[in-house]
């Protein structure tokens, strides 16, 4: 049984957001809704001021809050230790909320592509409505439908559920890639298993030191950064005020 | 009087009820709710409500398990109430599910139980509860105060008050992501605030019935004398637990209290204060107040409106600092506002609580004590 995680080389990320995109794309995710996120920090005065870039997804925690608090086992682990959700079990409570200590489960609280559904064609004559374009390629929900994720999960989720990132283990279990770390167009993220020595993540994990999101509060996260970006120099001094 | 009054909470549950369907039809988008604040207004009813019952469950035990005897005339006023604001309650929170969809889902509660979920603890225990108090409810009315049946569910609902009691608490008590809920802290400010909340409604409860009905029977106001005395007591300690929660909340150099202390500056802590604690506190040791029935009456109404915003304080403290990605693009503090959906399931509570106690005063004969 593999046990999966993710390394992301802060180095190679540039911050271009395309696995969000991606998997938005991948996972149908509604409108306002991120599995693969980002957290930003400026520091600094003007002119001496710098941006940090950091992508973040669900942790796939070993020990994981969210999974320990869900009380009818919606989130569960599956095989990797993959944190798995299964919307027919959520009944909406939002408990995962308070104990995911990154933000990572989104509820639904609209209907999911309820924007899809309108009929207003924007030139009247000459331009699908939303809806008609769906309907046109006979897609399900938005027009760039993937049917892909049903297998194991709900490909759309329905209202009133939560939902969130699942490392894809409709591709992994294919032998593929999680869709962010291939869509990546920097190789920035790495993803493997932590029980296999030969390991790409091993590797890594070997080689750098890497670092974990609120590692006191015990979740054991299994997203790993490392390399945090910093091309610049400085004038040594001693202790200058 | 009393057909406008019906009528009135009637009109509440209609409106109530039209609300609860929309929910329940389209789901919780109607709420002003998001990913960073999505325990609002309809869990601090859930709270408010849940907290009174178990303190009524407390008072109303007081002669038939705990043997002091001078208390049965209040008791079944106190039990009906109790499983009044407990069913109200659990409607709250089931109206914080989400649409049809999702509440039929909560058949896994039962089919897929987790057990080291306080939530699952929380939902399986409120249930047995809410049926406990209702056949204690059922002994106490047919007189059967001290059947076996009568005292065997007497005992009963109280304990299963005091295990959903301890599993609420402990869904919040062991949030570690959120320390604003304060941890383990709050099963203390939860305890004795629900006693507070549970004897302002049996104090509001009882003598709006006395004015409205020409007056207490003359037996009866020792009891009612005593439990004024008791309520002026917990008001003081809720007081207490009050002050000792803004120590931690301000003293704390953990950022994750900048929620609450964000929310200390606001509107809704000042009437949780003021409101609810120390102007009825300072009305309450007033002798003269103590003994008006306008001062119990208007005492114990601010006791309930500042619990109530209390229970929304509580939520937002911990809530309204967005955490870990949810913090891009957005401030440091959001804001919040409850929308009419979510006023209209308070007023359903409200108008369901009060129409069951006012259909007990009128017909259940609730000052009834064992022959
Ligand atoms: S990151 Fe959050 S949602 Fe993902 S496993 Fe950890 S606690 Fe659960
Ligand atoms: S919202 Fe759903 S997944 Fe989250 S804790 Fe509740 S039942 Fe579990």
């Known amino acids: 049984m593999p046990n999966y995680a993710m390394v992301i080389d802060l180095q190679l990320c540039t911050g271009c957001g395309g696995c969000i995109i991606g998997c938005k794309n991948e996972n149908n995710l509604p409108e306002g809704v991120r599995w693969s996120n980002k957290m930003t920090e400026t520091l600094g005065r003007f002119p001496n001021v710098r941006y940090h870039y950091r992508p973040t997804l669900c942790n796939h925690c070993e020990n994981a809050p969210c999974v320990r608090g869900c009380p009818t086992r919606a989130l569960h682990k599956i095989e990797g230790g993959i944190t798995a959700h299964d919307p027919d079990k959520c009944i909406g409570c939002r408990y995962c909320m308070v104990n995911c200590p990154y933000g990572v489960p989104n509820y639904t609280w609209d209907r999911p592509h309820k924007e899809w559904q309108d009929t207003t064609e924007l030139i009247e004559g000459a331009t699908y409505s939303p809806k008609a374009l769906v309907d046109a390629v006979d897609a399900k929900g938005w027009p760039i439908f993937n049917p892909d994720p049903d297998v194991g999960y709900k490909a759309i989720r329905p209202v009133g559920v939560i939902e969130k990132c699942h490392f894809c283990p409709h591709r992994v279990r294919e032998g593929l890639l999680p869709y962010c770390v291939e869509v990546c167009p920097s190789h920035a993220r790495v993803f493997g298993d932590l029980d296999d020595p030969n390991s790409k993540v091993n590797e890594l994990l070997g080689m750098f030191r890497a670092e974990r999101l609120r590692p006191e509060l015990g979740t054991r996260p299994k997203v790993f950064y490392i390399r945090e970006f910093c091309p610049c120099v400085y004038e040594r001094s001693k202790g200058a005020i | 009087m009393s057909i406008l009054w019906f009528a009135l909470l009637g009109v509440g549950v209609l409106i109530g009820l039209f609300t609860a369907l929309t929910v329940v039809v389209t ?345």
């Not at chain 2, 005091?162 to 992501?177: E, Q």
């Open chain 2, 27 to 371: 789901g919780l988008g109607v709420y002003n709710a998001n990913d960073v604040t999505f325990w609002v207004l309809p869990m601090a009813g859930y709270l408010f409500f849940a907290l009174t019952a178990a303190g009524l469950t407390l008072l109303s035990s007081l002669p038939s398990v705990f043997g002091m005897k001078q208390y049965y005339p209040m008791a079944k006023r106190a039990s009906l109430l109790a499983g009044a604001t407990l069913l109200v309650g659990v409607m709250c929170k089931a109206l914080d599910l989400g649409p049809i969809t999702t509440l039929f889902n909560t058949v896994h509660l039962v089919i897929s139980p987790n057990l080291s979920s306080p939530i699952w603890w929380m939902a399986i225990l409120y249930g047995f509860y809410f049926t406990f108090v209702a056949v204690k409810f059922y002994f106490i009315h047919n007189n059967k105060w001290h059947s076996m049946g009568g005292k065997t569910f007497a005992v009963l609902a109280l304990l299963l008050m005091f295990m959903a009691y301890t599993a609420l608490s402990i869904v919040f008590g062991i949030a570690d992501a959120r320390p604003g809920f304060f941890g383990h802290f709050t099963a203390i400010y939860f305890a004795v605030t629900a006693l507070t909340s549970g004897m302002a409604v049996l104090v509001l409860a009882s003598h709006a019935h006395f004015a409205f009905s020409g007056g207490m029977p003359g037996e009866q106001v020792p009891v009612y004398d005593n439990l004024s005395k008791l309520f002026a007591v917990l008001i003081g300690a809720a007081l207490f637990v009050f002050i000792l929660r803004a120590v931690i909340g301000f003293t704390s150099l953990q950022g994750a209290f900048d929620g609450f202390r964000y929310i200390a500056a606001t509107g809704i802590y000042r009437i949780e204060m003021w409101v609810g604690l120390i102007i009825p506190f300072i009305m309450m040791i007033i002798p003269v107040v103590r003994r008006s029935r306008l001062g119990l009456i208007l005492a114990s109404s601010f006791v309930l409106v500042g619990m109530f915003f209390g229970r929304l304080v509580m939520l937002l403290g911990a809530q309204i600092q967005p955490m870990g990605n949810l913090a891009e693009t957005r401030p440091a503090f959001v804001t919040y506002f409850p929308s009419m959906y979510e006023f209209g399931i308070i007023l359903l509570a409200l108008s369901l609580s009060l129409l069951i106690y006012s259909i007990g005063v009128k017909y259940l004969r609730l000052d009834a004590t064992p022959e």
